[in-house]
């Protein structure tokens, strides 16, 4: 199973955890999962008709998805995927 | 008989070339001249020395000339004070294997009375080379480093949680110029993280807080208070007038617009941002690298974007943060190391993992891509815009 990193404004959708481990062949397979397993996520990440996002960026092992095959881009098991949609904060 | 002074001089022409001021001089001065080494001690140095010369004193002649040099081809002239140390340098350097070694006959002194041009180092007063010792001892920024910063200007975005560690540090280390736009004042709650302001100064505006803070730290710092918001009618000639802009603010709006306004004015970004136990942070080169719009083509909604002011924020991750801010504004200004461009870096201090993400230029970036219309917008309400209404993002 490939390790999905959850960003700060995802973890309470997933119980509180940093990172979880989803199964899938595909990042629209492992999204597809992680969503079904976390409903709160699919929520904040997916659009309506259940597509990602503009403001979410998905990385596969450190490269941009999008720049890859997007959410056909394969995935292997030991494969490390990170969520992140941008952080506003400076702490003013 | 151990040979004199007189022998090693006498010893050292025969294979070194004497030249005449009057004879290498236009060469010099056109630019098209030898590499000039000249061997005397600092404080000769800084009295002054030929154009273009490198200061290299004869003690470290040995140590040093090879990283000055680009080969033992290369033509080199020695200069010193009266063309004796010189010889005997270059006879030193000839032993060494440079094949192309000459000496300046007369020295510095012959030089000058010839009325040939005469180049004044800029250098650190006493002072200064005593408070900048440990940059100065660095190889990467050295003497000329330490001016080079000293000329420098960095303008902070926010006196907060990053500007704070940033100014701080950046102050230390003799940035000339410290810009600090902030229109809010102290809290008390700032203080948990916001290391420039003290107790004493809650409800003074930050930027003067800071400014304060700062010249207890580094009087030779200039800083200049903007106690206003940064938009889209002012943004340019801010940045029109540093040379770095470190980006601490706490909301999107201002995020993108110091994103485009630095495109336009081709200025550096330097990028934090922070949650709770995490940061990121890169650094925008514009044109050069991926800019912010690259990264992230539009900004999450209210509900997944909170402020630190709603979600919290370990306080000691602004230090990290910031500070990582200050070494990246510190490496473009003196152009040295690799910074973080084309890659975010991201900081999970629960974990204390450094992760690195790789950043690209998108080709068809609506900032800085080839077909980009690139202009200040209403940031306020794109902002508000594109997380109710996805295609906006789209027409952007
Ligand atoms: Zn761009």
Redesign the pocket.
């Known amino acids: 199973m490939s390790t999905v990193k959850i960003p700060p404004v995802l973890r309470q959708s997933v119980g509180g955890e940093r990172e979880v481990d989803v199964s899938g062949a595909t990042v629209e397979e492992v999204l597809a999962n992680l969503c079904d397993a976390h409903p709160a996520v699919g929520a904040q990440i997916l659009t309506a008709d259940g597509s990602l996002h503009a403001f979410v960026n998905v990385y596969v092992n450190g490269e941009d998805a999008r720049l890859l095959q997007w959410t056909d881009t394969p995935v292997g098991e030991t494969d490390t995927l990170v969520i992140l949609p941008a952080m506003a904060g400076g702490a003013q | 008989m151990s040979p004199s002074y007189q022998d090693l001089l006498a010893a050292a022409r025969e294979v070194i070339p004497e030249v005449e001021p009057s004879d290498i001089a236009p060469r010099v001065e056109a630019g098209e001249g030898p590499l000039i080494i000249d061997v005397r001690e600092t404080a000769e140095w800084d009295q002054g020395h030929l154009p273009g010369a490198v200061h290299i004193p004869r003690g470290f002649l040995e140590s040093r000339v090879s990283g000055a040099t680009s080969g033992t081809e290369q033509e080199l002239l020695i200069s010193c004070a009266s063309g004796q140390r010189s010889l005997l340098a270059a006879k030193t350097l000839a032993d060494m294997g440079y094949t192309n070694v000459t000496s300046l006959a007369g020295g510095f002194a012959r030089w000058k009375q010839n009325n040939h041009p005469v180049e004044m180092p800029r250098i650190l007063s006493a002072a200064q080379r005593s408070r900048y010792s440990r940059h100065v001892l660095i190889p990467e920024v050295g003497e000329e480093g330490q001016l080079t910063l000293l000329d420098s200007k960095a303008l902070l975005i926010g006196a907060g949680g990053l500007g704070s560690p940033a100014a701080y540090y950046l102050a230390a280390a003799g940035v000339g110029t410290i810009g600090l736009v902030d229109d809010d004042v102290v809290d008390e709650s700032n203080l948990q993280r916001q290391i420039i302001h003290t107790t004493d100064r809650v409800g003074v505006n930050k930027g003067e807080s800071a400014k304060e803070a700062i010249r207890a730290l580094n009087p030779e710092v200039q800083v200049n208070v903007h106690p206003f918001r940064v938009n889209r009618d002012n943004v340019l000639d801010l940045l029109g007038e540093y040379d770095v802009v470190v980006d601490g603010a706490d909301n999107f709006p201002t995020r993108y617009l110091l994103?485009d306004a630095s495109?336009m004015t081709r200025t550096p970004l330097v990028h934090a941002s922070i949650l709770r136990f995490e940061g990121h942070a890169s650094v925008f080169t514009p044109y050069d690298g991926?800019?912010?719009?690259?990264?992230f083509p539009e900004p999450p909604p209210p509900d997944l974007a909170p402020s630190c002011g709603e979600a919290g924020v370990l306080g000691v991750l602004c230090g990290v943060m910031g500070n990582v801010q200050a070494t990246e504004a510190i490496k473009v200004l003196l152009g040295i190391g690799d910074t973080l461009a084309g890659r975010l870096l991201i900081y999970d201090a629960l974990g204390m993992t450094f992760t690195e993400l790789t950043v690209r230029?998108?080709p068809d970036?609506?900032?800085?891509?080839p077909n980009?219309d690139l202009q200040l917008r209403d940031y306020e309400a794109w902002c508000a815009g594109v997380g109710r209404h996805d295609q906006v993002g789209a027409t952007a």
């Open positions: 994103a495109l991926p800019c912010y719009r690259c990264l230029r998108d970036c609506p900032s800085c891509g980009a």
